[in-house]
Protein backbone atom coordinates (compact mmCIF):
# COMPACT_ATOMS: atom_id res chain seq x y z
CA UNK A 1 0.00 0.00 0.00
CA UNK A 2 1.55 3.65 -1.09
CA UNK A 3 1.96 6.12 1.72
CA UNK A 4 1.50 9.63 1.45
CA UNK A 5 2.51 11.96 4.32
CA UNK A 6 0.67 15.37 3.85
CA UNK A 7 1.53 18.81 5.07
CA UNK A 8 0.10 21.14 6.23
CA UNK A 9 1.53 24.69 7.24
CA UNK A 10 0.99 27.46 9.30
CA UNK A 11 -2.52 28.88 9.94
CA UNK A 12 -4.32 26.30 7.87
CA UNK A 13 -5.47 24.70 11.42
CA UNK A 14 -7.49 27.69 11.21
CA UNK A 15 -9.51 26.49 8.14
CA UNK A 16 -13.59 26.86 8.64
CA UNK A 17 -13.18 30.10 10.97
CA UNK A 18 -10.31 32.15 9.16
CA UNK A 19 -11.22 34.06 5.92
CA UNK A 20 -13.95 31.60 4.84
CA UNK A 21 -14.35 33.71 1.73
CA UNK A 22 -11.27 32.58 0.57
CA UNK A 23 -10.42 29.36 2.24
CA UNK A 24 -14.54 27.71 2.59
CA UNK A 25 -16.21 26.43 5.49
CA UNK A 26 -14.24 23.43 5.76
CA UNK A 27 -11.80 22.56 8.62
CA UNK A 28 -8.90 21.11 8.36
CA UNK A 29 -9.84 17.89 9.93
CA UNK A 30 -13.40 17.98 7.41
CA UNK A 31 -10.16 17.94 4.62
CA UNK A 32 -8.93 15.36 6.45
CA UNK A 33 -11.57 13.12 6.88
CA UNK A 34 -12.41 13.56 3.13
CA UNK A 35 -8.78 12.69 1.70
CA UNK A 36 -8.76 9.35 3.70
CA UNK A 37 -11.77 8.20 2.65
CA UNK A 38 -10.89 8.82 -0.89
CA UNK A 39 -7.44 7.77 -0.75
CA UNK A 40 -8.57 4.42 0.80
CA UNK A 41 -10.81 3.64 -1.86
CA UNK A 42 -7.64 4.09 -4.09
CA UNK A 43 -5.61 1.08 -1.77
CA UNK A 44 -3.57 4.04 -0.74
CA UNK A 45 -2.66 5.73 3.48
CA UNK A 46 -2.33 9.13 4.00
CA UNK A 47 -1.07 10.37 7.12
CA UNK A 48 -1.29 13.78 7.89
CA UNK A 49 0.86 16.60 10.03
CA UNK A 50 0.30 20.23 10.74
CA UNK A 51 2.68 22.80 11.66
CA UNK A 52 2.78 26.69 12.39
CA UNK A 53 6.21 26.25 12.50
CA UNK A 54 8.91 26.01 10.01
CA UNK A 55 11.19 23.82 11.96
CA UNK A 56 8.71 21.36 12.63
CA UNK A 57 8.07 21.52 9.09
CA UNK A 58 11.32 20.86 7.96
CA UNK A 59 12.03 17.92 10.96
CA UNK A 60 8.43 15.92 9.69
CA UNK A 61 9.66 15.90 6.04
CA UNK A 62 13.29 15.12 6.89
CA UNK A 63 11.63 12.12 8.81
CA UNK A 64 9.31 11.18 5.80
CA UNK A 65 12.43 9.33 3.35
CA UNK A 66 11.92 6.14 3.48
CA UNK A 67 8.74 5.90 5.28
CA UNK A 68 6.30 7.34 2.25
CA UNK A 69 6.42 7.17 -1.14
CA UNK A 70 5.37 10.84 -1.48
CA UNK A 71 4.39 14.16 0.11
CA UNK A 72 1.69 16.43 -0.52
CA UNK A 73 2.45 19.93 1.17
CA UNK A 74 0.39 23.09 1.43
CA UNK A 75 3.04 25.30 2.68
CA UNK A 76 0.52 28.15 3.13
CA UNK A 77 2.70 31.33 3.31
CA UNK A 78 5.82 29.77 3.62
CA UNK A 79 5.15 28.87 -0.01
CA UNK A 80 6.37 32.45 -0.62
CA UNK A 81 9.90 32.98 1.07
CA UNK A 82 10.72 29.69 2.89
CA UNK A 83 14.16 28.34 0.86
CA UNK A 84 14.49 26.31 4.06
CA UNK A 85 11.55 24.20 3.37
CA UNK A 86 12.04 24.00 -0.27
CA UNK A 87 15.86 22.58 0.13
CA UNK A 88 13.99 19.85 2.31
CA UNK A 89 11.40 19.10 0.17
CA UNK A 90 14.75 18.71 -2.65
CA UNK A 91 16.87 17.40 -0.40
CA UNK A 92 14.17 13.71 0.81
CA UNK A 93 13.86 13.32 -3.12
CA UNK A 94 10.38 11.91 -2.30
CA UNK A 95 7.94 12.93 -5.54
CA UNK A 96 5.94 16.22 -3.78
CA UNK A 97 2.73 18.14 -5.32
CA UNK A 98 1.91 21.64 -3.79
CA UNK A 99 -1.35 22.50 -3.08
CA UNK A 100 -3.01 25.19 -2.64
CA UNK A 101 -7.05 26.11 -1.57
CA UNK A 102 -7.09 29.26 -2.81
CA UNK A 103 -5.85 30.31 -6.45
CA UNK A 104 -2.53 31.95 -5.08
CA UNK A 105 -2.18 33.64 -8.75
CA UNK A 106 -5.55 35.95 -8.38
CA UNK A 107 -4.78 36.99 -5.48
CA UNK A 108 -2.15 39.66 -4.13
CA UNK A 109 1.20 39.87 -6.14
CA UNK A 110 3.34 38.37 -3.48
CA UNK A 111 1.30 34.87 -3.08
CA UNK A 112 1.73 34.28 -6.70
CA UNK A 113 5.60 33.11 -6.44
CA UNK A 114 6.37 30.01 -4.73
CA UNK A 115 9.77 29.02 -4.00
CA UNK A 116 8.70 25.41 -3.43
CA UNK A 117 6.70 24.71 -6.61
CA UNK A 118 10.18 24.33 -8.55
CA UNK A 119 11.04 21.48 -6.54
CA UNK A 120 7.84 19.32 -6.60
CA UNK A 121 6.43 17.68 -9.83
CA UNK A 122 3.35 19.75 -9.61
CA UNK A 123 0.98 22.04 -7.93
CA UNK A 124 -2.59 22.13 -8.18
CA UNK A 125 -4.14 25.46 -6.64
CA UNK A 126 -7.54 26.98 -6.60
CA UNK A 127 -9.36 24.11 -6.34
CA UNK A 128 -10.38 23.97 -3.00
CA UNK A 129 -10.41 21.19 -0.83
CA UNK A 130 -10.53 19.33 -4.53
CA UNK A 131 -7.12 19.72 -4.76
CA UNK A 132 -5.90 17.35 -1.85
CA UNK A 133 -7.89 14.57 -3.76
CA UNK A 134 -6.37 15.47 -7.26
CA UNK A 135 -3.12 15.27 -5.44
CA UNK A 136 -4.32 11.90 -4.31
CA UNK A 137 -5.26 10.57 -7.54
CA UNK A 138 -2.09 11.72 -9.14
CA UNK A 139 0.04 9.89 -6.60
CA UNK A 140 -2.04 6.64 -6.40
CA UNK A 141 -1.67 5.84 -10.53
Do not use: W
Not at 3 to 25: A, F, Q
Not at 34 to 39: F, S, Y
Not at 45 to 65: C, M, P, T, W, Y
Not at 111 to 138: E, H
Amino acid sequence: MKKILCVNGPNLNMLGVRETEIYGSMTLGDIEQMVVKEAASLGVEVEFFQSNSEGGIIDRLQAAKGEYSAVIINPGAYSHYSIAIRDTVKAIGLPAIEVHLSNIYAREGFRSQSVIAPVCVGQISGLGAQGYILAIYAFAK
